[in-house]
């Protein structure tokens, strides 16, 4: 199954917003609301940050933010801050394999 | 707290097989709200999510992978282990476990990963 596809990297000055787009089909992202999304700094793995399209883990900042809307999910991130730097990665199930499947990912850059 | 141990022998040769095992501690390998993943992550590339088994056995594969694949799972030790054979440098990575939600499918709780470079 292919990748979801995210665009490479986004950058932003601290306090502004950055949204990261994820884009599916309708077998996964269009079809169910099993988008998740993970942040990875490096050599780290990576740490849940939205699960279910919207929902935060407890803990999480809320200035981490998910939607979605047909095919596409999208992450932002408001009030942007130098620890935000990192890669960002979308998940969803997918009903052409039941398999979970990952995005292709994205790195933020705070400059 | 939840934690995950990925443990393999970190080189394998080309044409052999790579085994890891995963301990789950803080929580039941046991229960029906969870499944247990392998995922990799090749230098300097994205997540591939590789599998994942439930506790009863029943298992789920990446399609790419599956021929060379098999995950099991040891509740006794509170284990799930990979075996992928036939590898080759294409199949160097760091590889995480990492604990699934059923039926909502997400990632909490991961393992701190484990490089494995094969290489003769």
């Known amino acids: 199954q292919s990748a979801l596809s995210q665009p490479a990297s986004v950058s932003g000055s601290p306090g502004q917003s950055i949204t990261i787009s994820c884009t599916g089909s309708?077998?996964?992202?269009?079809?169910?609301?099993?988008v998740s999304w993970y942040q990875q700094h490096p050599g780290k793995a990576p740490k849940l940050i939205i699960f279910d399209v919207s929902n935060r883990p407890s803990g999480v900042s809320n200035r981490f933010s998910g939607s979605k809307s047909g095919n596409t999910a999208s992450l932002t991130i408001s009030g942007l801050q130098a620890e935000d730097e990192a890669d960002y990665y979308c998940s969803s199930y997918t009903a052409s394999s039941t398999v979970d499947i990952f995005g292709s990912g994205t790195k933020v850059t705070v400059l | 707290q939840v934690q995950l141990q990925e443990s393999g022998p970190g080189l394998v040769k080309p044409s052999q097989t790579l085994s890891l095992t995963c301990t789950v501690s803080?929580?039941?390998?046991?229960?029906?709200?969870?499944?247990w993943n392998w995922i990799r992550q090749r230098p300097g590339k994205g997540l591939e999510w590789i599998g994942y088994i439930y506790h009863t056995g029943n298992t789920y594969y990446n399609p790419a992978l599956k021929s060379r694949l098999t995950i099991s799972i040891d509740t006794s030790k509170s284990q799930f282990s990979l075996k992928l054979g036939s590898v080759t440098a294409a199949d160097t990575a760091v590889y995480y476990c990492a604990r699934g939600w059923s039926g909502i499918h997400f990632f909490d709780y991961w393992g701190q990963g484990t490089l494995i470079n094969v290489s003769s």
């Open positions: 309708s077998s996964d992202v269009g079809r169910f609301n099993l």
């Open positions: 803080g929580g039941s390998i046991s229960s029906a709200n969870y499944y």
